[in-house]
């Protein structure tokens, strides 16, 4: 049960029974080996820029990376721990489906967003950057904008919307966060954050840890996204084997040969007794954010639902749904899709079905148009 908990929270949970075994794509042959190397955002976004906002103790900077010059903005906001690249592989598939233009924010205190108050991670003043953002980008007349958020992410965009940061705001869509099983959740949260590898020996450990773990169940987009989650430093260690917390996990599913290979070169490691080493950490430390996990969570389906704009929920599991929301689904007060076969990370996971639900609204609300030679 304690795993259930995990469902809506700011990192992405453990694969369901079966894992990667029931997936025909995860599936390799014996003594194949798959390419965990990163990807580059520019495979995916067009332009990528820091924005500069004006706050009483300075300037912060936000990085953004954007697609498209024409059509509404879906404006694109990432769970807890993740950053806008978590967006890149749902920004290529969405832009090929619909008339739009794409903006993925990098939150304060995440990814290569540089803040003068990185600690201050409360909903107002997340939902205030957003605000500034677009005022930056778009002066006082901005185009009309379709907010979409992850996780923490969607708390945001609710708290953003609510408050009526975005003036020219076209619509919400908000991405397997519902606050019953978030709240539920907060007590067994630590826990989890804690079972997590602490560090990595290269980029591409991490984003193997990120797939076979099951955090990301989409290869393609853990090779471009677990950038933005993890930043290397230098350390001094009489443990060069840092990230020997993950071996385990990684080397299971490895060729017995290839294992014996790997464990001589890590006795060859040992035998140095100090090494100084480049190694991967998380960029955010989650569990110095808990202060501020209830106030992004409680109320959340009330704030939701009170957005007077047409609202599109998508969720993982329809096990997610709390009270309000079950009767507010009832009376139609907003649209909801249940997509099965998915981590918490949804849009990572399966971009296409993301980026389907969210065009098929977009377009019957009549926000735009399929893009000419697109069968949907």
């Not at 694109?76 to 967006?87: E, F, K, P």
């Not at 006082?140 to 904008?145: A, D, F, L, R, S």
């Not at 975005?166 to 991405?175: D, K």
């Not at 071996?247 to 070169?265: D, L, M, P, R």
Request: net charge negative; hydrophobic share 40%.
């Amino acid at each position: 049960m304690e795993k259930q908990l995990h469902l809506n929270l700011l990192p992405s949970r453990p694969p369901m029974a079966g894992g990667f075994g029931t997936s025909s794509k995860m599936k390799m042959g014996p003594g194949r080996k798959r390419d965990f190397s990163p990807l580059s955002w520019s495979q995916y976004f067009e332009t990528m820029e820091d924005v500069e906002v004006e706050n009483e103790n300075g300037k912060d900077i936000f990085r953004i990376y954007c697609s498209g010059a024409h059509g509404p903005v879906l404006l694109l906001l990432h769970g807890g721990g993740h950053s806008a690249l978590s967006w890149a592989v749902f920004t290529a598939v969405i832009f090929s489906r619909i008339n739009c233009r794409v903006v993925a924010m990098d939150l304060r205190a995440h990814g290569d967003t540089k803040v003068k108050n990185p600690d201050d991670l409360s909903a107002d003043t997340m939902a205030k950057d957003i605000g500034k953002v677009v005022e930056v980008l778009y002066g006082e007349n901005p185009p009309p904008i379709m907010v979409i958020g992850h996780s923490m992410g969607g708390a945001i965009a609710v708290h953003t919307a609510a408050a009526n940061h975005i003036p020219s705001l076209l619509g919400l869509c908000v991405i397997d966060v519902v606050e019953g099983t978030a709240m539920d959740a907060l007590n067994s949260m630590q826990n989890f954050l804690r079972s997590r590898p602490k560090t990595f020996k290269s980029l591409e450990n991490a984003i193997e840890w990120s797939v076979k773990s099951g955090q990301i169940r989409n290869m393609e987009s853990a090779r471009v996204s677990m950038g933005g989650q993890v930043k290397k430093c230098e350390e001094s260690t009489s443990s060069p084997a840092v990230s020997n917390s993950i071996a385990g996990i990684i080397e299971e599913e490895e060729e017995e040969e290839v294992e014996e290979e790997s464990n001589k070169k890590r006795m060859k490691e040992d035998d140095q007794e100090i090494k100084k080493e480049s190694i991967f950490t998380w960029r955010v430390e989650l569990s110095k954010t808990e202060k501020y996990w209830e106030g992004w969570f409680r109320g959340l389906s009330a704030l939701f639902l009170t957005c007077p704009v047409p609202k599109l929920l998508l969720l993982a599991g329809v096990d997610r749904l709390d009270k309000d929301l079950t009767i507010g689904q009832m009376q139609g007060k907003f649209q909801m899709q249940v997509l099965p076969q998915c981590g918490h990370a949804v849009h990572e996971d399966a971009p296409e079905k993301v980026a389907d639900a969210l065009a098929t609204f977009m377009v019957r609300h009549k926000f735009t148009d399929f893009k000419e030679g697109y069968l949907c």
